[in-house]
């Protein structure tokens, strides 16, 4: 059974810093393509991140440069360095396995066969 487990979510104040952890378990997370996912009530789940299995990174546009994905193998852990935070980074952050098509993003949610349940960020201005 595939779990992801989120953390490290929270309130901070704009230009602050969290990273965002993803602990699997059932599952490799360098065995194929890992993501970030925000969403807000009403919109659409985004992509903010991803990592493939060869260590490949893509991040979006709204976050290139202050968000930052990594990995770490011996610890099957996912992470989500967020720097130089903005109230409109202020979503619930999800953590996604075994996505496809990673080579052409943005990622797309339903190409991604595990979600974690989600972490909080607040940031507040």
């Known amino acids: 059974q595939v779990q992801l487990v989120e953390s490290g979510g929270g309130s901070v104040q704009a230009g602050g810093s969290l990273r965002l952890s993803c602990a699997a378990s059932?599952?490799?997370?360098?065995?194929?393509?890992m993501g970030w996912f925000r969403q807000v009530p009403g919109k659409e789940r985004e992509g903010v991140a991803t990592i493939t299995s060869g260590g490949t990174t893509w991040s979006a546009d709204s976050v290139k440069g202050r968000f930052t994905i990594s990995r770490d193998n011996a610890k099957n852990t996912l992470y989500l360095q967020m720097n130089s935070l903005k109230p409109e980074d202020s979503a619930m952050y999800y953590c996604?396995?075994?996505?496809?098509?990673?080579?052409?993003?943005?990622?797309?949610?339903?190409?991604?066969?595990?979600w974690g349940q989600g972490t909080q960020v607040s940031v507040s201005s």
């Open positions: 996604a396995a075994d996505g496809q098509r990673c080579w052409a993003p943005p990622p797309v949610a339903v190409r991604f066969g595990y």
């Open positions: 059932g599952y490799t997370i360098s065995s194929n393509c």
